[in-house]
Nanobody, 120 residues
Framework: HVQLVESGGGSVQAGGSLRLSCAVS????????MAWFRQATGKAREGVAAISSSGRTIYTDSLKGRFTVSNENANNTLYLQMNSLKPEDTAIYYC???????????????WGQGTQVTVS
C-alpha cells in the first residue's frame, strides 16, 4: 500500500522560502513518477512540478525559476524548494505518485493528505 506524507508547510512572509518534503513508503520509490500539486481556497487544484524516475523535471510555466522539484531515492523523499514566495502561492500543497509518463495531469493514483502553505 503506497503512502505519501507531506511536511514542511507553514506561514512565511512574501519573498521568503520554504522546502516541502513528501515521504513515500509502500513501493519501490525509484519506479514512480512523482509530482506536486496545489489548491488554493475556492480554486481548482493545479499542477506545480513533476519529476520522473529518471530525474527529468517539468514545471508549470508560471512557477519556473522560483520552484525546484527534486528527489532523494536513498530516503524515498520528494522535495519542493519554493523561493521568492508570493501571497498567491498560498494553498494546500499535495504530493502525488504513480507509474506513468512524466506529466502534470491529475491522473496520479496516489496522493498525500496535503500541507498548508500561507504567504503573507
Amino acid at each position: 500500500h503506497v503512502q505519501l506524507v507531506e511536511s514542511g508547510g507553514g506561514s512565511v512572509q512574501a519573498g521568503g522560502s520554504l522546502r516541502l518534503s513528501c515521504a513515500v513508503s509502500g513501493h519501490t520509490y525509484s519506479d514512480y513518477c512523482m509530482a506536486w500539486f496545489r489548491q488554493a481556497t475556492g480554486k481548482a487544484r493545479e499542477g506545480v512540478a513533476a519529476i520522473s524516475s529518471s530525474g527529468r523535471t517539468i514545471y508549470t510555466d508560471s512557477l519556473k525559476g522560483r520552484f525546484t522539484v527534486s528527489n532523494e531515492n536513498a530516503n524515498n523523499t520528494l522535495y519542493l524548494q519554493m523561493n521568492s514566495l508570493k501571497p498567491e502561492d498560498t494553498a494546500i500543497y499535495y504530493c502525488a505518485a504513480d507509474i506513468r509518463p512524466l506529466g502534470l495531469r491529475q491522473t496520479y493514483g496516489y496522493w498525500g493528505q496535503g500541507t498548508q502553505v500561507t504567504v503573507s
